[in-house]
């Protein structure tokens, strides 16, 4: 038996939950159930988490847990719990498997069947952001080597696991050398220790392209938080519907499964909608806890359950489907089809299958780390680069000087464009006249001055170098 953690949700998640594990069930899982509520009730309640502290014990004490959809009340300060949820338990792998069930559910993509491997806790999903100038908002894009090694080695070895044949990576890194770059050098690294699967990169732009004209042409899809939460919308959705699709967040301790939709809160209530999406979590969920031949026994029910015709309205088209049902209905109809197997689309087999063993994180040894300079972000609002220059110079020191002006990642000094677009908000670059390294104590003189003489900086970026190498970004046009 395992102890999982069950949250009901809102809207529509009460009845397919129900439905859900109402097949599982049947199929013979061997769960208890502690059943938790969090979601919309609990945020209207006060508690702007959405989930209250005794729940949070709960569900680390079973470390599975099984989500249903929940509303976030729209505005008032309340925290996506999806997110909050992910980056406590430490979820750093969101797996969701993108199938066509083609003839039986509408698609472009007859043979699609891909993976998407998203990051899930870091990027630009640390959700650290500034307002520093009248004119300019940041959002801090954060990647870490663990974060990194542990996401790639998550998809190279679900990839080895499942019989996947390849692996590619997507990341813009042309244009982000220093983050999306280190994705790229860490799936290039571990990709060396699985010689058997293939592995190839993409620039996201026209991977995402050519993942949405030709899906057939990829296998498991690894990549940084961001681009992998558009992508596997995308991909479910070109698959046959968003409502299909399930995913599994995993993490070293915990994991949740969910259905990657949302609560539907005009759908609530009326037995109407679709549990496969949750369903397909709760697949990913039994894999996970070892309980296989359940897993796949649910899973050739479900899929002679859409092969019969047996659908619920999102999927329900005259001329394929034979019987429009309920959500309980369509429970029922995968219960009775237990024990067989689709004779169309190709049945299931997970023997074999479990969680995946993965290495914990090992730091690595300290590189060594020069200080090669500082940007100092300034807040000024004139237009002219040239005169900022002049009024910076006052901050040079014998030996540590301005060399640069950047607006919006563009250099603007020296030798700047009239035509260049430039708002309040400039990164300054103060470098060793004789390319030497600086010291703290020279940042903080020139903080001084600049304090002095009355120049608004709003932030500084140290310029380090790691072993020899400098590890921070050219201005545009350097
Ligand atoms: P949604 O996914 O709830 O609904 C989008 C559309 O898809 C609706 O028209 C709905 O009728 C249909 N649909 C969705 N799931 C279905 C199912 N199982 N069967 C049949 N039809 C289905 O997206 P939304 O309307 O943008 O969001 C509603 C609420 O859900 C919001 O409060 C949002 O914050 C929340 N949400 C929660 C999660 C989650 O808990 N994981 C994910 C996404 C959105």
């Known amino acids: 038996m395992t102890r999982i953690t069950v949250a009901k949700g809102d809207g ?61 009340p729209q505005g008032g300060g309340y925290k996506s719990l999806n997110v909050t949820t992910r980056k406590f338990l430490g979820l750093y792998a969101n797996i969701r498997p993108c199938i066509s069930l083609h003839p039986f559910v509408k698609t472009k993509h007859p043979q699609m069947n891909i993976v ?11 959700g650290i952001e500034h307002q520093q100038t009248d004119e300019v908002v940041q959002c801090l894009k954060l990647i870490s080597r663990p974060g990194c090694e542990k996401i790639v080695r998550y998809a190279f070895e679900y990839a080895k696991q499942y019989g996947r044949k390849k ?49 057939e042409a990829f296998d498991v899809i690894v990549m940084p938080n961001l681009y992998g939460d558009v992508l596997s919308d995308v991909a479910a959705q070109i698959a046959g519907s968003v409502g299909l699709a399930g995913s599994a967040n995993i993490g070293e301790e915990c ?28 697949v990913l969920m039994l894999v996970h806890i070892g309980q296989v031949e359940v897993a796949e026994k649910v899973q050739n029910a479900w899929l002679k359950t859409i092969e019969d015709g047996i659908h619920t309205y999102d999927i329900f088209k005259e001329g394929t489907s034979r019987e429009k049902v309920g959500t309980k209905e369509f429970a029922d109809a995968v219960i009775s089809n237990l024990g067989q197997k689709p004779s169309q689309l190709p049945a299931v087999s997970l023997s074999g299958n479990a969680a995946l063993n993965l290495p914990k994180y090992q730091r690595k040894p300290a590189q060594k780390k020069e200080l090669l300079g500082v940007d100092l972000f300034v807040h000024w609002n004139g237009s002219s680069s040239d005169d900022l220059a002049d009024i910076l110079k006052k901050v040079n020191t014998p030996s540590v000087q301005l060399s640069m002006i950047t607006n919006r990642g563009i250099k603007v000094f020296p ?24 010291s703290k104590q020279d940042i903080i003189q020139l903080m001084q001055t600049a304090v002095d003489n009355d120049i608004d900086v709003i932030k500084t970026e140290n310029l380090y170098a790691f072993e020899g190498k400098p590890a921070f970004s050219l201005g545009q046009g350097q």
């Open 255 to 282: 994991a949740m499964f969910e259905a990657i939709h949302g609560s539907a809160p005009r759908r609530a209530g009326q037995n109407m909608a679709n549990p496969s999406g949750l369903l397909q979590g709760a």
């Open 415 to 438: 030798d700047g464009f009239s035509e260049t677009f430039c708002t309040d908000h400039w990164r300054c670059r103060f470098k060793h006249i004789d390319e030497k390294n600086i």
């Open 116 to 126: 998407i491997v998203r990051e899930n806790e870091e990027d630009l999903y640390a």
């Open 167 to 215: 692996v590619t990576c997507f990341t813009k890194d042309n244009i982000m050398k220093q983050t999306d770059g280190l994705f790229h050098q860490v799936f290039d690294e571990i990709a060396k220790d699985y010689p058997t699967i293939e592995n190839e990169h993409w620039i996201i732009d026209i991977g995402a392209a050519k993942m949405a004209d030709t899906p």
């Open 12 to 72: 529509i998640g009460p009845e397919i939950m129900d439905a859900t594990l109402a097949i599982i069930k049947a199929a013979g899982a061997k769960i208890d159930v502690d059943e938790i509520e969090v979601g919309e009730k609990v945020y209207l309640a006060g508690n702007t988490a959405g989930i209250a502290k005794e729940s949070w014990d709960i569900i680390r004490r079973n470390k599975i847990f099984l989500k249903a959809p929940i509303t976030t």
